[in-house]
């Protein structure tokens, strides 16, 4: 966004591109990893689960810290989006390598 604006994009249509940007990566990918870490996760997080979530994507938590907003755990809100939850980024890996190669497979 601050490289938009530095060209001279007003406030306004910077903050467009860049929803359109997004918009568009979140439909053309096969998954999503959201880092969830911290009381609460990034607020543009939780959109990008949102959408991806609606759009039928993969998507994966990677949650490797114990701050929760909630006693009972992570917002059923943000978990509901997801397809899976890890809290070891070595197993987040090997997540993304399962869900391609089982893609390759399918073709």
Do not use: Y
């Not at 306004?12 to 439909?27: K, S």
């Not at 509901?80 to 890996?93: E, F, N, Q, R, V």
Request: hydrophobic residues 45%.
């Amino acid at each position: 966004m601050a490289d938009l604006i530095a060209q001279g994009i007003n406030l306004d249509d910077a903050a467009h591109q860049v929803w359109l940007c997004d918009l568009e990566q979140i439909r053309s990918c096969d998954l999503v990893v959201a880092v969830l870490d911290g009381r609460v996760p990034d607020e543009g997080v939780c959109v990008e689960l949102g959408l991806a979530s609606g759009l039928d994507k993969i998507v994966i938590g990677l949650l490797t810290d114990s701050r929760r907003c909630f006693p009972w755990g992570a917002n059923p809100m943000v978990t509901g989006c997801l397809s899976a939850i890890c809290t070891d980024p070595s197993l987040l890996l090997r997540m993304v390598k399962e869900c391609f190669d089982g893609q390759a497979a399918q073709i």
